[in-house]
């Protein structure tokens, strides 16, 4: 067993195929999105919207209290671990109208969900390529195979050429790629999810605070 496993590894034909698929994803996505296709591997391993939602609902609390007590301009005052949440806080702080903290969250959110959406779809081109380069190695391989039938010998490393390309392909594109694209969009739906949630709680909290300044300001009209 150990020696078949051994004989499904070439380097040479790896590389090559990983180079190709590099190649190809590059010039659908662009250098930048295949760069941050690869940064996404830290968030696909340690991401926990789950817990980033519970402690997000604890914050939006804190935040509220701090609203009621002292007023929207010390909201920034709520420490969290959440850079969303955090620029959201300094935002509601010194926002002068609740329609413009809306046009933010509105702006921030659809800039994450295109940035999400590129990095989906970089990994998706990735499963994509994968068997299509397979395809053409193994079309390689068969015409080595057929240009040396008098030479017994030389049909050996053809024929590895034709399946490897194959073998490898399915593998990056069934085992790797495609499941890491399915985790990625997963992660941030729920995401957004929680970080929609906090803006929507957010823009009711400013709106709250700002009904009793609208209203003095209609009496003083009159």
């Not at 996404?40 to 604890?58: C, K, N, S, W």
């Not at 989906?120 to 053409?136: F, N, Q």
Request: glycine content about 6%; proline content about 4%.
């Amino acid at each position: 067993m150990i020696a078949i496993f051994s004989h499904l590894f070439d380097p040479l034909t790896l590389l090559a195929m990983l180079g190709g698929i590099a190649l190809v994803a590059t010039f659908q996505n662009g250098l930048g999105a295949l760069g941050r296709a690869m940064a996404a591997f830290h968030p696909l391993l340690t991401a926990d919207p789950a817990r980033d939602r519970d402690a997000a609902r604890a914050a939006m609390l804190k935040i509220d209290q701090v609203a009621q007590l002292r007023g929207l301009s010390c909201t920034d005052r709520v420490k969290t671990a959440s850079p969303f949440l955090t620029d959201a806080a300094r935002k509601l702080a010194n926002v002068d109208r609740a329609e413009a903290f809306e046009m933010w969250a509105a702006q921030t959110l659809a800039d994450r969900a295109q940035r999400h959406g590129a990095v989906h779809k970089a990994w998706l081109s990735i499963a994509d390529a994968a068997p299509a380069l397979g395809m053409a190695g193994t079309i390689i391989g068969l015409v080595g195979m057929f240009a040396a039938m008098d030479d017994p010998a030389a049909l050996g490393p053809s024929m590895a050429l034709a399946l490897l390309t194959t073998f490898y392909g399915v593998v990056i594109a069934n085992i790797i790629a495609a499941p890491i694209a399915a985790r990625l969009a997963d992660l941030s739906e729920r995401e957004l999810a929680w970080q929609r949630e906090a803006a929507d709680r957010m823009l009711a909290i400013a709106r709250r605070e700002n009904a009793p300044l609208r209203r003095a300001s209609i009496r003083e009209v009159a």
